[in-house]
């Protein structure tokens, strides 16, 4: 007996919201504590640098291992690999480190400090993705979500502790604290799941030409989303200022409001869609993926709604009026992220289910013939509009991949799946947006009515199945 897909959904979701607002209070906390240059250090050297690393550090190897069927076999590869690399990328930044960091704008003084919360956090986080991958592949989705949360939730722990508690507001020490929350999750996880994990461990097999083809084919299509936001930082950290990439980044640390409900896709349509046996039980079943996609993805268009009338609240509220600049652009990103959506769906599941991934490298080819264009049309657009340039060409390229998505796909049933009824969520959408523009509700209250009215219009129109939520009390067979 197990739980249906819309508890592991939920929790999931649930696990997401403490990881996301652990990880914006943490931000919060820094925020106050320093200046805003040496905000933009530590969220470039601690999250964005070795985020943009970590598509090397892990590869495929993380859609690989999620795999339900075969994944398993390939996870003494993936740890053996992920350690090489980090080694590999720690000792090219080691020797390089002036070049590069005269390239982004940031001190060399004290660089070893900095190199060393980069390597820490970079070698933590290549193993724990691999952890979370087998993880997931085995649809162990409780203990995946778990070990996903565990590092952010533990950093705002620490940080709180440093800046309340011991008053500690030098620079070097704050940024190593916030380093070391992966290192201490990677070490206690290690020794809780040792035994059970290494049966998979011991034995390091090389993935089979399908399977790595299989790998690569969604890793190098969901990467798109997140590489091109790194790089985005990166280019307005050289084109701008260090100053403007932590503006930058707080823009994107409110759109993690939508993120609950893309990261939840993500998360359960590659597992589902490899051990589907049949494509419409999957989509068009009631509590199957389909289902459960557009549960989500009405509530990402509800977190788009919301951040279109309430981001400056947002920022004032969580970051102080220091960072409002950011505000003026998170409506234009949160629009991007519809888009992204509707891509990743499309491609996971259609990868997913196909027996030929070559069938699919006119999409491979794609994504990374944008990845490479972007950043000259970043800099371009900075170069002729200023700071707005960099989220015009964010929503640019994600718009233009979600349109050659549908046209290269031949089958975009998961499209049909995605938009049935949508005029009733079209509905939902708009007497929501009229509240707010007509009674014009203060932030808080005017988030619980809105959402309130929202959700009600969804069920009681029935684009959402009242069945969603009494399954989340029940047991599957």
């Given amino acids: 007996m197990k739980r249906p897909l819309s508890f592991?959904?939920?929790?999931?979701?649930?696990?997401?919201?403490?990881?996301?607002?652990?990880?914006i209070?943490?931000?919060?906390?820094?925020?106050?504590?320093?200046?805003?240059?040496?905000?933009?250090?530590?969220?470039?050297?601690?999250?964005?640098?070795?985020?943009?690393?970590?598509?090397?550090?892990?590869?495929?190897?993380h859609d690989l291992l999620s795999h339900s069927r075969r994944g398993r076999k390939y996870f003494g590869f993936s740890i053996f690999y992920s350690v090489f690399v980090s080694i590999l990328i720690g000792a090219v930044v080691f020797i390089f480190h002036n070049q590069i960091f005269d390239f982004l704008n940031l001190p060399l003084k004290n660089w070893h400090v900095l190199f060393m919360g980069f390597f820490i956090v970079l070698i933590s986080n290549a193993i724990l993705v691999d952890m979370t991958g087998i993880l997931r592949g085995l649809k162990r989705y409780s203990q995946t979500t778990i070990l996903a949360s565990l590092p952010p939730v533990l950093k705002l722990f620490l940080i709180l502790i440093a800046v309340y508690l011991l008053n500690i507001r030098d620079f070097c020490t704050l940024l190593l604290i916030f380093a070391i929350s992966p290192l201490i999750v990677l070490i206690g996880i290690s020794i809780k799941e040792w035994r059970k994990l290494f049966?998979?461990?011991?034995?390091?097999?090389?993935?089979?030409?399908?399977?790595?083809?299989f790998g690569i084919s969604i890793f190098t299509i969901s990467l798109f989303g997140g590489l091109n936001q790194a790089i985005s930082k990166i280019i307005v950290s050289h084109d701008?200022?260090?100053e403007y990439q932590g503006y930058f980044d707080i823009s994107f640390t409110l759109v993690t409001l939508l993120g609950f409900s893309f990261a939840a896709m993500q998360f359960i349509?590659?597992?589902?869609?490899?051990g589907a046996r049949n494509k419409r039980d999957l989509l068009f079943k009631t509590g199957g993926l389909g289902d459960i996609s557009r549960a989500l993805f009405s509530f990402l268009l509800f977190g788009v709604i919301l951040l279109y009338f309430y981001s400056y609240q947002f920022v004032d509220l969580l970051f102080s009026h220091r960072y409002t600049i950011a505000a003026n652009y998170v409506p234009i990103l949160a629009v991007g992220y519809i888009f992204l959506f509707v891509q990743?769906?499309?491609?996971?599941?259609?990868?997913?289910?196909?027996?030929?991934?070559?069938g699919y490298k006119q999409?491979?080819?794609?994504?990374?013939?944008?990845?490479?264009?972007?950043?000259?049309?970043?800099?371009?657009?900075?170069?002729?509009?200023?700071?707005?340039?960099?989220?015009?060409?964010?929503?640019?390229?994600?718009?233009?991949?979600?349109?050659?998505?549908?046209?290269l796909l031949e089958d975009i049933s998961p499209l049909y799946a995605l938009l049935f009824k949508i005029e009733r969520l079209i509905l939902s959408i708009l007497i929501t947006f009229l509240f707010l523009i007509f009674f014009q509700p203060p932030f808080i209250i005017g988030i619980s009515i809105s959402f309130i009215l929202y959700i009600s219009i969804i069920f009681l129109s029935g684009y959402l199945k009242k069945e969603l939520i009494s399954d989340l009390f029940t047991y599957g067979t």
């Fill in 199 to 213: 049966k998979y461990l011991k034995n390091i097999n090389i993935p089979s030409k399908d399977m790595f083809l």
């Fill in 8 to 23: 592991y959904t939920i929790f999931f979701i649930v696990c997401m919201v403490a990881m996301k607002v652990s990880g």
């Fill in 363 to 407: 999409l491979i080819f794609i994504t990374l013939l944008l990845l490479i264009i972007s950043p000259f049309v970043t800099h371009m657009l900075i170069q002729s509009s200023g700071f707005i340039g960099a989220y015009i060409s964010i929503v640019l390229f994600l718009f233009l991949y979600s349109l050659i998505t549908i046209i």
């Fill in 344 to 358: 990743q769906f499309l491609a996971y599941v259609n990868i997913s289910l196909s027996e030929d991934i070559k």
């Fill in 240 to 242: 701008l200022g260090i």
């Fill in 269 to 274: 349509s590659i597992p589902e869609a490899t």
């Fill in 25 to 61: 209070l943490s931000k919060i906390v820094l925020a106050r504590a320093i200046t805003p240059y040496e905000y933009g250090i530590i969220t470039l050297i601690i999250i964005s640098f070795p985020n943009m690393f970590q598509l090397l550090t892990n590869f495929c190897l």
